[in-house]
C-alpha cells in the first residue's frame, strides 16, 4: 500500500518509517537489509543520521550513495 504523509518538520515522519525497519533488522540481523530513496542528497543525509541515532543500540550504520 502506498502512503503519502504531510507534517511539519521534526513531526516524526523519519520514525514513521524508520522504527518498524529497524524492528525487522532487530529481529532478523542482515548486514544490507533496506534501501531508501529520496528526491535530494540533504533528505538522503538527513534520513541517514536518524537511522543510526534510532539504530545506534543495535550498531545501525548508513550511507548515502
Known sequence: RDIIGLA???SGK??????????AL???PQRLFALVLT???ELAF??????EALGSSIG???GEY
Open 8 to 10: 511539519e518538520t521534526g
Open 46 to 51: 538527513q534520513i541517514s543520521e536518524q537511522f
Open 14 to 23: 523519519t520514525g514513521a518509517f524508520a522504527l518498524p525497519i529497524l524492528q
Open 39 to 41: 528526491p535530494t542528497r
Open 26 to 28: 532487530l529481529e532478523k
Open 60 to 62: 545501525v550504520k548508513s
